[in-house]
Every structure is written in structure tokens, then in C-alpha cells.
């Protein structure tokens, strides 16, 4: 079995962006989207620190440190992109203005919470960000995630059991192994990578997995 790299990963949460859509890339791997956008779709990319109408990572030569993302990192800006206040920013997040938000995720739960800011361990180091107010205020909320932590525990879980980012947001979940819808109905599966069966999904999460 091949798992997908966060590149491919990227490349398909990109392909399921429809034209036109407004977008939010969380930090992280979801800024990658960003790289795999065709040329030829009208996307515009926004970023909470006040930016809108983003393109791909720039090449090394034209790195500009005054023109950054949320995430600190360098972005490149296309014809007609805009900067506002960070206010304002907030306000096009929780006024419904983005249509999808692309998250990372420590856990999300089959009807589609989403936990993705503390692990509530004693040592860990909280980091909302704006996760809590793009959850709720974007349209659909897709996320991009190893379906297993490091000691192998599924992260697409029945119930969160870390500190809530936001109840009932996530509608697609983009995993490695496989892609998954999840709300109301519990969380069913979209497409495996090559090589991967429905009872093999179903031992690494524990859960009883059916297909969309």
C-alpha cells in the first residue's frame, strides 16, 4: 500500500476547490494547496493576516519577507490581490464570506467535530489562531491529516476526546490512506489509495466504514 505524501495529499484537496471558490489555507501543510491550483481555475486565496487574490510559493530568488501569510511564510500576490486590516480579515472569516478552509486536525469525529488547537497534554502548547473562527464561518470546512498518530491511534475518531475546536464543521476529511465524508449520517469513505480495502480502513480506525 502507497500512502500519499503531503504533496500528492495537496495536490488532491486542490483538485476538489471548484472555480471561483473563495479559500482559506490553514497553516501548515494546507498552505501546499496553494502550489497545485491549475493556472487556469479562478481561486482566491485568503489569508487571515489580511491578504486575498494569493498565488503559489514563490522560487527562492523571488522571496519577498514583506509579503507573508499567516503562517510567516513568503507567498507571491496575483493580478488584483489585496491587503486589509486584520480586522477586516476577521470579519470576511466570521461574516460566511470564505466558502472553504482547509485545516489540519489532531482529531476529527465521524460527525464532523473537529479538534485541532491543544491535545490537552500538560506540556503541550495550545495554538488556536483563527481555527475556531474559520471553522464555524467558513462554508465547508475541508481537512488534510495522517489518519493515524505516530503510535498508530485513528485520528477520524466517534467522539473527540481533545479540547473542541469547533462542533459539526468538518464536512471531507483528506487522509494519506483514504478520503472521507462526515457529518450527520457518521463518516462514510469517498476513495482508498491503491491497494487499501474497506476492512483494512475499518481495523485501523475502529470504525464500521461504508462507502459514499
Not at 503559489?56 to 490581490?81: F, H, M, R
Not at 473542541?164 to 449520517?185: I, K, Q
Amino acid at each position: 500500500m502507497q500512502r500519499m505524501d503531503r504533496t500528492a495529499l495537496a495536490a488532491r484537496v486542490a483538485r476538489d476547490i471548484p472555480e471561483g471558490a473563495y479559500v482559506n489555507l490553514g497553516i501548515g501543510a494546507p498552505t501546499m494547496v496553494a502550489n497545485y491550483l491549475p493556472q487556469d481555475k479562478e481561486v482566491f486565496l485568503q489569508s487571515e493576516n489580511g491578504l486575498l487574490g494569493m498565488g503559489p510559493a514563490p522560487a527562492e530568488a523571488d522571496i519577498d519577507w514583506e509579503l507573508i501569510n499567516a503562517g510567516k511564510q513568503p507567498v507571491t500576490l496575483l493580478a488584483g490581490g489585496s491587503f486589509f486590516h486584520h480586522g477586516d480579515s476577521f470579519a470576511m472569516m466570521r461574516g460566511g464570506h470564505i466558502d472553504i478552509c482547509v485545516l489540519g486536525a489532531f482529531q476529527v469525529s465521524v460527525h464532523g467535530d473537529l479538534a485541532n488547537w491543544h491535545t490537552g497534554a500538560p506540556d503541550a502548547v495550545p495554538a488556536v489562531g483563527g481555527a475556531m473562527d474559520l471553522a464555524i464561518g467558513a462554508r465547508q470546512v475541508f481537512v488534510m491529516m495522517d489518519l493515524l498518530t505516530k503510535a498508530g491511534e485513528s485520528k477520524l475518531v466517534e467522539k473527540c476526546t481533545y479540547p473542541l475546536t469547533g462542533l459539526a464543521c468538518v464536512s471531507r476529511v483528506y487522509s494519506d490512506v483514504a478520503v472521507f465524508s462526515v457529518g450527520p449520517e457518521g463518516a462514510r469513505v469517498i476513495e482508498m489509495v491503491p491497494d487499501m480495502t474497506l476492512e483494512e480502513l475499518r481495523g485501523m480506525t475502529g470504525l464500521p466504514l461504508e462507502m459514499a
